[in-house]
């Protein structure tokens, strides 16, 4: 197997702990690469060479930081294919989702290129005799973030771009399943000519998250995946009087109203419930249709689902590619076979799917689950795979309440021709991220990105003005000087004494 390294202060460094983790090709099943789980010690050195390389790089110009930055998305675009293909080789995920994943990243880095009017302060002249009022940001110092395997180069860009923009350097821990796009992306920036230290990789599991929410030179943490680990960041971090942004899982429902286009929303459903085999925190997992139209909306989602091609990620003529790991294929299909125990009506059972000429591989196929109660596990959990529940209700008012019994608040859509009820909405669902007539409701670059209840832990979403807001803190400078027409007598600077 290939041996991959940690990127420390500038450059790759060896493995020491003798700890190793397995990264597998979903395709195929096989074993591929070895990744090396970070000691307490190389995670201290990590974040040492992050602290050393603040101290210059904190005081360092907008302009010098731009620049890098700047020479970096170039590169990134011209690198945009070779990560693309890291990422399906270790995800799993077609080619072209791995490209919109990387194209959604640069939306961050355009946006950190332009960091100088975000960071931009105030000023208030004259709040008394010759008293100003200005409000500065500065950076924090060293921050971390934790990232999750289903976007290995996209969450990474939603967090350090801004980050370093800010004046920060930034220590990332990727998830040890895919972790190969991290450490491209960090010889990228060296080339841009980012400074030794203001980008670390540390690869690893418990050991090197703990050491991250507890070292004291960790100023912010960021994080993204399910919400038991972000809950348990928060309270970790928080307790050692770390700032937090954490963001969990979700339940994402899709509303749809008698008066919607079937057509348009089943092509949304589809498109946004079996996209990268439905390992997405923002895929709708739950559609819920009101009144009359359950019927005719789930053949038309199946007659969709049906003609999905499923097969490697490198095989242009793919739509979805395998799960990350057995064991999460076996979870997700778990939900599938107990569901008609449960009360669902089984439409699509993709639990038994296989590829021809690669039976070792994580394959699921498509399921769908009409009539889901809201006891099924199916429907309580965040399943992570492509299934879809389908739930019934009578009524608008049925439908929003039980979207917001949810614990879960991270997006939601409507898809309606009634513009009234699409307010209606807006304003009541008891979530984050809303789309109307839009399935996948993600931010660009310049909002920001975040859910409610349990879906996000702290105060802050990640990326847009947040995101500056986050990894920036606050000072506010109030300045008196003399007048030079009252200088001591026998100096006379010239100016008249006009008061």
Not at 414 to 431: K, M, S, W, Y
Not at 436 to 448: A, D, E, K, L
């Amino acid at each position: 197997m290939k041996p991959l390294r940690h990127w420390i202060d500038g450059k790759p460094r060896e493995g020491a702990s003798e700890r190793y983790g397995v990264v597998h090709n979903p395709a195929t099943g096989h074993p591929e690469k070895q990744v090396p789980f970070a000691s307490v010690d190389e995670v201290d050195a990590a974040v040492q060479a992050a602290k050393d390389a603040f101290a210059t790089w904190g005081r360092s110009s907008l302009a010098k930081r731009t620049t890098i930055l700047f020479k970096f998305r170039a590169l990134l675009e011209a690198n945009r294919d070779a990560i693309a293909e890291l990422i399906t080789a270790e995800h799993g995920k077609v080619h072209s989702d791995a490209l919109g994943e990387v194209a959604r990243g640069l939306e961050i880095v355009d946006l950190a290129c332009g960091i100088t009017v975000q960071l931009k302060g105030e000023l208030s002249t004259e709040v008394a005799s010759r008293v100003d009022v200005a409000s500065i940001r500065q950076p924090l110092g060293v921050v971390a973030g934790i990232t999750p395997f289903n976007f290995p180069a996209m969450v990474p860009m939603w967090m350090f771009p801004i980050a370093i923009a800010t004046g920060n350097t930034f220590v990332l821990k990727p998830s040890e399943k895919d972790p190969s796009a991290s450490l491209k992306i960090a010889e990228l920036l060296a080339e841009a000519g980012l400074p030794d230290g203001v980008f670390n990789v540390v690869h690893g599991d418990k050991v090197a998250v703990d050491r991250l929410l507890e070292h004291p030179d960790v100023k912010a943490v960021s994080f993204v995946g399910s919400t038991p680990i972000a809950r348990y960041i928060h309270t970790t971090a928080s307790a050692n009087g770390k700032r937090v942004q954490a963001l969990g899982g979700a339940k994402n429902h899709m509303l749809v109203l008698p008066d919607a286009d079937l057509d348009a929303a089943a092509d949304a459903a589809v498109s946004a419930a079996y996209g990268s085999a439905g390992e997405r925190c923002m895929a709708i997992s739950a559609v819920v249709a009101v009144g009359s139209i359950g019927d005719e909306l789930v053949d038309k989602i199946r007659e969709r689902a049906e003609k999905i091609k499923i097969g490697p990620g490198n095989d242009p003529t793919s739509e979805m590619g395998p799960l990350i790991t057995k064991v999460h294929r076996d979870k997700v299909a778990s939900y599938v076979t107990g569901a008609a125990a449960e009360g669902c009506e089984v439409v699509l059972d993709g639990s038994g799917y296989t590829v021809e000429g690669f039976e070792d591989g994580h394959w699921i196929g498509i399921s769908l689950l009409d009539k889901v109660p809201t006891t099924a596990k199916a429907y309580q959990d965040e399943i992570f795979g492509p299934v879809l529940t389908v739930l019934r209700v009578d009524t608008y008012d049925e439908g929003i309440a039980l979207i917001n019994a949810s614990p879960f608040g991270n997006g939601t859509a409507i898809f309606t021709r009634d513009g009234g009820a699409a307010r209606r909405f807006q304003l009541e669902v008891e979530a984050g991220m809303v789309g109307v007539n839009v399935p996948i409701p993600v931010p660009v670059g310049y909002h920001s990105f975040g859910g409610w209840k349990d879906s996000l832990f702290g105060d802050h979403h990640i990326y847009g003005n947040d995101g500056t807001h986050f990894y920036t803190r606050g000072k506010v400078v109030t300045t008196r000087w003399p007048d030079p027409a009252d200088a001591p007598a026998g100096v006379d600077l010239g100016f008249p004494r006009n008061h």
